[in-house]
């Protein structure tokens, strides 16, 4: 096993594991259960780590994540069309309704 990334928002960790995984890399995040109880990932600074299963992944998965986590170009922001909320390019859904954005929106 190799480390091969850290983060402290799960959100882009996950997205990480995810672009991994549609490459055939096994992946799996560490310190996801340890942090406190009652307080919100991303706030208390808990850097979490992304692990590869197989060490001979490692040079793939690093130029995945290079080019395919680090270098997003920033997104537009969006309204939600649910309760008219603006959210950040990066979110998947509206952070106040979790509804997911219209398709003309993406
Ligand atoms: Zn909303």
């Keep these: 096993?190799?480390?091969?990334?850290?983060?402290?928002?799960?959100v882009v960790l996950?997205?990480?594991k995810n672009i991994l995984a549609l490459n055939g890399i096994e992946s799996f995040v560490k310190n996801e259960h340890t942090t406190p109880i009652g307080s919100v990932?991303?706030?208390?600074?808990?850097?979490?780590e992304l692990w590869i299963l197989n060490d001979e992944d490692h040079e793939?998965?690093?130029a995945i994540i290079e080019n395919e986590v680090e270098n997003q170009s920033p997104k537009?922001?969006?309204?939600c069309s649910?309760?008219?909320?603006?959210?950040?390019g990066s979110f998947e859904v509206c952070w106040k309704c979790q509804s997911a954005p219209s398709a003309n929106q993406v």
């Design 1 to 10: 096993m190799k480390h091969i990334y850290t983060h402290d928002n799960i």
């Design 41 to 48: 990932h991303g706030i208390n600074n808990t850097f979490l």
């Design 76 to 79: 537009d922001s969006w309204i």
């Design 82 to 88: 649910a309760c008219n909320e603006e959210n950040d």
């Design 14 to 16: 996950h997205s990480a």
């Design 60 to 62: 793939k998965a690093a």
